[in-house]
């Protein structure tokens, strides 16, 4: 199990227990490493830096306890913004519509860059796609990163979701 999967390990309970969602955990650096995690409220009222601070201060807790990590290292919280990653099966679906940009870890019909319209996951759980180019399956497993790309449709959207609450 790589640090990266021990992390999610540690924090997705913590987050849970505090009405939160792991998005993601990345690690960057060498030397002083940064460990980013990403979390969004269950409840889909948009996140504070009162709601970060709070993740923050527990995760450190259970940081220190648990000590994951090798040597010092700087934690990040913060949630996932309108440009957000897609990284559960379950953004595939609740982000059908907008546009993405997906790559993946090989090659899928000598290509790993796919983007356009998000339509969300077939019954075997690929994710559709459609592009200018033509329409993709994209088995989920395959995906390395995606995001929501950044348009005034997504800004609308959550600008809108944002005033519901």
């Known amino acids: 199990m790589d640090l990266a999967e021990r992390l999610v390990g ?71 913004g309108i440009d957000r990653p897609l990284t559960r099966a379950k953004d595939y679906e609740v982000w059908a519509g907008f546009d993405i940009k997906l790559e993946t870890r090989q090659l899928l019909d000598g290509r790993k860059r796919f983007s356009g319209r998000l339509l969300g996951l077939d019954p075997d759980g690929n994710i559709r796609i459609q592009g200018d180019e033509g329409a993709w399956l994209v088995p989920l497993d395959a995906v390395w990163k995606a995001k929501l790309v950044l348009t005034d449709e997504l800004i609308e959207f959550v600008t809108r979701q944002e005033a519901e609450h």
């Not at 955990?25 to 969004?40: D, F, S, W, Y």
């Not at 990590?69 to 949630?79: K, P, R, T």
């Open 10 to 80: 540690i924090v997705g309970p913590t987050l849970d227990n505090m009405g939160y969602e792991l998005v993601r955990v990345l690690i960057q650096g060498t030397r002083r490493q940064t460990v980013q995690v990403m979390a969004e409220r269950r409840d889909s009222v948009p996140m504070t830096v009162e709601d970060c601070a709070d993740i923050s201060r527990a995760l450190s807790a259970v940081l220190d306890v648990e000590d994951p990590v090798a040597g010092a290292y700087n934690l990040e919280v913060s949630s996932p």
